[in-house]
């Protein structure tokens, strides 16, 4: 009976903080049916059955849940929740429509690219980039990426969004080196990026955005954009298709657009308190005289796109990081010890700074 109860108490602990983000992220949804979603995610046939499992507190290691979006998906589809592929709730709203002078463009790169013995292909690249330039107003998404700006020091390509994730991104990250997300089914693929500011007057920038443009007709293209959906939802990002907008071979191709769900106001206000950003404004004086594993780790630290900007802690750290992208740091190590000290350099230059105001 002791074992039994520890055991719950240990399931209620690590499931808590999944279950409040998930709330957060689907709150049209049942906390009931949310519970029992969360379970078959875990690999259980219903909640009942996952906690009869845990009777034996040993038997599961509750520090590591990874949850499988698509059987998340479908259990909330059995329960009559109308949910993408990607896990957005519907129904969702009507995009815009491409304006009639975004239509003469597209018309245009046709006449350009469609039966041409010897296509204009600058003509060609100007009017795409100018579809794309549209496109990322239209829908927010960003600015496309340009590697020739100087006032950019650093770039970290497409993260997980902590706020709306679901436990497992690690495993994906992981599959790439230098944690790179790629989805399956992409191709032609243009990268828009959204700026956060330093106090140097110079500017880091996360990928807010990524448009892929791949034939309708590609191989494996169908079967890549399948597996690709459950991915972007457990990243907490969305995957949607706009076809009407494609500028590459229009009419031939899809326009499928992967976006965080946290929007670029929040983001910027986590950034401005963040760990990241005091570790990269503080990154030569930490590094002075400083040894091999702390300089290393502070390199991966920055290097990481996965971090999140909404950390509180070295124990928040832990949970929502360390166990997913970085196993061998999460029971303790060197490294640990030198990511934690640091951690708590930030949280006292955090305090003293919040006193002075």
């Not at 078959?40 to 038997?59: C, P, Q, V, W, Y």
């Not at 245009?108 to 296509?119: D, I, M, S, T, Y």
């Not at 690249?125 to 100087?150: H, M, P, S, W, Y």
């Amino acid at each position: 009976m002791a074992n039994a109860t520890i055991a719950s108490q240990e399931l209620e602990f690590a499931l808590r903080p999944i279950k409040n983000r998930l709330q957060a992220r689907f709150f049209q949804i049942k906390s009931s049916h949310l519970t029992e979603a969360i379970a078959s995610g875990l690999g259980f046939k219903t909640n009942a059955s996952m906690r009869a499992e845990l009777i034996d507190s040993s038997h599961w290691r509750l520090d590591y849940l990874n949850i499988d979006a698509a059987r998340f998906r479908e259990r909330l589809v059995n329960l009559g929740y109308a949910m993408g592929p990607d896990l957005q709730l519907g129904p969702l709203p009507a995009p815009p429509a491409p304006p009639l002078y975004y239509q003469q463009w597209l018309e245009q790169l046709r006449a350009l690219e469609v039966g041409v013995r010897k296509p204009d292909y600058d003509a060609i690249r100007r009017l795409r980039r100018r579809c794309a330039e549209d496109f990322a107003q239209t829908f927010g998404v960003g600015a496309i990426e340009n590697r020739e700006d100087k006032s950019v020091i650093r770039r970290w390509s497409i993260g997980v969004d902590h706020s709306v994730c679901l436990p497992g991104w690690g495993g994906m990250a992981n599959s790439k080196r230098g944690g790179f997300i790629d989805f399956p089914g992409s191709d032609h693929t243009w990268n828009f990026c959204q700026k956060l500011p330093l106090s140097t007057g110079k500017y880091v920038t996360y990928q807010s955005a990524m448009v892929s443009l791949p034939y309708k007709d590609g191989m494996s293209v169908k079967e890549g954009l399948a597996k690709a959906a459950p991915m972007a939802g457990q990243l907490g990002w969305t995957m949607t298709f706009l076809d009407e907008w494609s500028w590459y071979v229009p009419g031939a191709t899809h326009l499928v657009l992967y976006r965080p769900i946290t929007p670029h106001s929040i983001v910027s206000k986590q950034w401005e308190r963040s760990f990241k950003c005091w570790l990269l404004e503080n990154r030569s004086l930490l590094r002075r005289s400083a040894g091999g594993t702390r300089r290393k780790v502070i390199d991966d630290i920055l290097d990481c796109q996965h971090l999140p900007l909404d950390l509180i802690g070295y124990e928040d750290c832990r949970t929502r990081y360390l166990k997913e992208f970085a196993r061998h740091m999460y029971d303790g190590c060197d490294m640990a010890s030198v990511f934690k000290r640091l951690m708590e350099k930030w949280a006292a230059a955090d305090a003293s700074a919040s006193l002075s105001k």
